[in-house]
């Protein structure tokens, strides 16, 4: 009897060895997405996602030559920002800002430290990351 219940014991440590990758693979790191280059992107807020797991921006950058380009913002959950007293408010679309954050891995993205409004004033949704 001994013996079986080894072989089951073994037999759940080498499942748990080969699922471990999916498990940790369900909820990616800022890291693995987002480099540590800061950069910051001009232009207009053209949508907005409030939701979880992360809210999101999608700004209308516009060229000297006319050329528009569509970046993609990401910041934290919806619950983190309101639990921070962000609302829909200080993500108005038509809003003109310049949005500061993390490069993205991906083309067009980056990971959302503060966004400046054209009137100076700055909205930072997770000052303790920054």
């Known amino acids: ?13 080498v499942l748990c060895v080969l699922l471990m990758p999916a498990v940790l693979s369900a909820h990616h790191s800022t ?15 053209e949508r907005v996602r409030f939701v979880n797991p992360h809210a ?5 950058n516009t060229d000297t030559e006319g050329n528009e380009t569509f970046w993609l913002v990401e910041s934290g959950a ?6 921070q007293g962000v609302t829909l408010e200080h993500l108005e679309i038509g809003s003109k ?4 954050g ?6 067009n993205t980056m990971y ?11 909205f ?7």
């Not at 930072?124 to 920054?130: A, G, K």
């Open 78 to 83: 919806r619950t983190t920002l309101e639990r």
């Open 97 to 100: 800002i310049t949005a500061t």
């Open 102 to 107: 993390r490069k993205g891995r991906r083309e």
């Open 1 to 13: 009897m001994k013996s079986s219940q080894i072989s089951a014991s073994r037999i759940v440590s």
């Open 31 to 45: 890291n693995a997405n987002f480099t540590q280059e800061i950069i910051s992107v001009e232009g207009v807020i």
């Open 112 to 122: 959302l430290q503060k966004i400046i409004y054209e009137d100076g004033s700055e």
């Open 56 to 60: 999101s921006v999608l700004i209308n």
């Open 124 to 130: 930072i949704p997770q000052p303790e990351l920054n």
